[in-house]
């Protein structure tokens, strides 16, 4: 068995599937490929279709929208993933830009740097507890119920869900009151974040006149993917005020470049894709693909399956 892996993943991982199985980090025999395990790259049809032994495809993460799932189901072809893996990093992460943005630490390490402050607590940096307030979740699932959990344990915010496909009883387990509109869910929120699946039905979910919705100072996370948001909208309601500060792990040109006009803006922080970037994630997710590839070669069904 033959499996193709390019990109970075944990050693041990590496070691485990080398133990196995020939890895090769081309397509110059792309006819010998059983599997394939990704991060990043994308796997087209035209791909699947020069790959007649290709059995599985495995994605090192939770987002497939690089992978044309509907070719690989009419092929025939499994496609695994690994989506409680990195729940815990992702909703870490999620709480920290919160934290940040309300107590305005990206402006403060900045001009300590710059030497800007005369005096101790500058008025200009006055900041917003979160405890008491609410969150507004975009998406229920695994980060999303990690994120509220604790938000909710550790600073006693409550928690509002939007998920069309989640009843309310559901929501509820989840740690939600579910709301029947992402309109509704925005004007009743302080803080907004977003966890879906990049797909045609969620890209620019959050565009034009929802912005119109974000109740005044609320604060908004998007490490999900950069095309679930407009980023030209989103820029235009930092400047108008609409959002008090926004946060972006995900961007529609990754790594953004320098010339994202986000950037330019002081109530907006940056990060490159790296919510899910832990020792601890990495590993389990490195681990976690491995052996459910590893699984499909064997003839086994593997725990998680998009298809």
Known sequence: MTVYLSEYIVPE??????????????????????????????VTAELMDRAPRLKVIGKHGVGVNTIDVAAARERGI????????????????????????????????????????????PLSLIGTEIGSKTLGQIGMGNIAQRVAAILHKGFGVRALGYDPFIPAEKAAARGFEKVDTLEELLERSDLVNINVPLMESTERMISGALFDHFRPGAVFVNAARGAVISEDDLYEALVSGKLKAAACDTFVSEPPSPDNKLLTLPNFIATPHIAGSTAESLARTGMEVVKEILTVLAGGEPTHMVC
Do not use: W
């Not at 485990?16 to 890895?23: G, K, T």
């Not at 499994?78 to 409680?84: D, I, Q």
């Not at 920290?96 to 390490?109: G, N, S, V």
């Not at 001009?111 to 402050?117: A, E, K, P, T, W």
């Open 78 to 121: 499994r496609v695994v993933y690994t989506p409680t893996s990195n729940a815990d990093s992702v909703a870490e992460m999620t709480v920290a830009l919160f934290l940040a943005m309300e107590r305005k630490i990206p402006e403060a390490d900045r001009n300590c740097r710059l030497g800007s402050y005369e005096t101790i607590a």
């Open 13 to 42: 991982a590496e070691e485990y599937l080398r133990q196995r199985v020939q890895v090769v980090n081309t397509f110059d025999h792309i006819e010998e490929i059983d599997g394939i395990l990704l991060r990043n790259i994308p």
